[in-house]
């Protein structure tokens, strides 16, 4: 029983150093928290992310060779898929034989304009000379009426005199409508003429487009990469038949990948574009660290651009915290040397505590947040 009395300050004592220890824990915490827990948001929810750029053709045709195969490396114009010419060729073959028929034709027309132009001043020299053989026989004929008013022409001579009149009154109606018919020939020629010449003529440039548009179905017989990066997906196969729009094949340019790190709603409060940002990737460890800058912010949270988004009304709503992907471009030069894929997994901390006015960002409820 001594010994109770001398055991109560050894525990009050120890109780005393576990409080110190706690208070000093706390207070340790706390100036952790404001110098720097409280500068950083961070989250292990973030991917790579990248462009998958889908190679489709232009045309249908039948795939006579495939020059690309998952994993290779292409550049961009480099020839990946070819598919029969046959068709585009003949199309190509009869589209410059039309053309050639109608340059033909049009310089026949320009031809026939200046032929009827000779014509018309023919037929309109011919209807001067009927008119005046018109008017010499109607003289003729009013002397002859005098003379056979005196009897001094037989009525046969004026028979044949009025006869004379009317054959050059119908040689002179028909030069007339020679002339007209001439001039309404030329009228319909210089419609399909003028203002224009044989090169830009209406139906030489209609041609010529039927020309372009088989070369352009030619050239689309091969189907060449449109970015350079990595082939992934491949799916198209030698003698296959394919339509236009039906993906073969894609292309990743994994120099222009970017990491999507989705922030709970709560840690948004301090984030502005153009915050700077170091991550990690799991394929390489925390001893390669990356760089980036926040480029731009979501427009929504990733639950409400689900296929099936939450609904309050039909009661498959649960309140929980939601997350917003952020997007963070990288350092160049950091991913040259230390490639990242699509979808690999990163680790994501982000200074708050700079503005990010260097870089002209926007508050994280900006809407005009950049992609």
């Keep these: 029983m001594s010994a109770l009395p001398e055991t109560r300050p050894a525990r009050k004592r120890a109780l005393l150093a576990i409080a110190v220890l706690v208070a000093v824990g706390a207070i340790a915490y706390g100036v952790y928290w404001f110098v720097y827990l409280s500068h950083y948001q961070d989250t292990d929810d973030a991917y790579v992310q990248g462009n998958v750029v889908l190679v489709t053709p232009q045309v249908a045709g039948t ?64 209807l001067a000379s009927a008119a005046a053989e018109t008017r010499r026989a109607e003289q003729d004929l009013a002397r002859r009426r005098t003379l056979a008013a005196r009897q001094v022409i037989s009525r046969e001579d004026l028979a ?69 990066g990595i082939i992934a997906k491949r799916s198209v196969q030698l003698g296959q038949r394919v339509q236009p729009g039906v993906p073969m094949l894609a292309i990743v340019p994994l120099d222009q990948v970017w990491v999507d790190a989705n922030f709970k709603e709560v840690q948004l409060r301090k984030m502005r574009v153009g915050q700077p940002a170091t991550m990690h990737a799991d394929l390489f460890g925390k001893d390669v660290v990356f760089h980036g800058r926040i480029a731009g912010l979501g427009a929504g949270t990733g639950a409400a651009f689900a296929l099936i988004p939450a609904q309050n009304a039909t009661g498959n709503w649960i309140k929980v915290v939601q997350r917003v992907p952020v997007r963070i471009a990288l350092d160049p030069a950091e991913l040259k040397a230390h490639p990242l894929r699509i979808g690999l997994s990163m680790q994501v901390e982000v200074d708050v505590a700079n503005d990010g006015s260097a870089n002209d960002g926007n508050a994280a409820d900006s809407s005009t947040a950049r992609n």
């Design 63 to 126: 795939v006579t060779r495939v020059d690309a195969n998952d994993t290779d490396h292409v550049t961009r114009g480099q020839r990946l898929v070819a598919l029969d010419p046959a068709d585009a060729q003949a199309a190509l073959d009869e589209a410059r034989a039309t053309l050639a028929q109608t340059q033909r034709e049009v310089g026949q027309v320009y031809g026939n304009d200046a032929a009827t132009a000779s014509g018309v001043r023919t037929h309109e020299a011919d």
């Design 160 to 228: 044949h005199a009025q006869a004379t009149v009317d054959a050059a009154h119908a040689a002179e109606n028909a030069a007339r409508a020679a002339v007209d018919s001439a001039r309404e020939q030329l009228t319909a020629n210089r419609e399909l003429t003028q203002g224009t010449n044989a090169a830009t003529h209406p139906k030489v440039q209609a041609a010529e487009a039927n020309v372009r548009t088989a070369q352009l179905a030619l050239d689309r017989a091969t189907v060449s990469a449109p970015v350079s």
